[in-house]
């Protein structure tokens, strides 16, 4: 759907027999949280704008403002010393908010006076890990 989200890696020993040929693919906190939110923006009528407040591990582990440029968003303000933090805004006029705030919810939007609040969890897609299939 959006490309760049998925990662890879080399499973642990003890993981290996579990992944489907040998490689693990994943993805990371901040790859769920952005490919939601540009699910919402997608496809909830009238929506213009979604709020993500990734922690530090999510920043680590994914590239919000190399992704979110190639999908059309450009970075219109800062905020704080974060290099990723700032308001984006795509041409359509959608904008998505990336706030380092703790205790927030992952993805924040309010639609229609309600305010949808989504902790993202990352982890490995291509598993035959009981539990873990899709």
Request: aromatic fraction near 8%; hydrophobic fraction near 45%.
């Amino acid at each position: 759907m959006f490309e760049g989200l998925i990662k890879t890696q080399t499973p642990y020993a003890a993981r290996a027999v579990k992944a489907e040929g040998g490689v693990e693919q994943y993805l990371t906190e901040g790859a769920v949280a952005v490919a939601f939110a540009m699910h919402l923006l997608r496809t909830v009528p009238g929506l213009k704008h979604v709020a993500i407040h990734p922690d530090g591990e999510h920043a680590k582990n994914f590239d919000f403002l190399g992704w979110l440029r190639e999908q059309g968003f450009a970075r219109e303000s800062g905020i704080g010393t974060t290099a990723f933090a700032g308001l984006y805004r795509a041409a359509t006029g959608q904008t998505i908010l990336i706030n380092p705030k703790a205790g927030v919810g992952d993805v924040v939007a309010d639609i229609e006076g309600h305010s949808y609040v989504a902790e993202c969890k990352g982890g490995v897609i291509n598993t035959k890990h009981a539990g873990q299939l899709l």
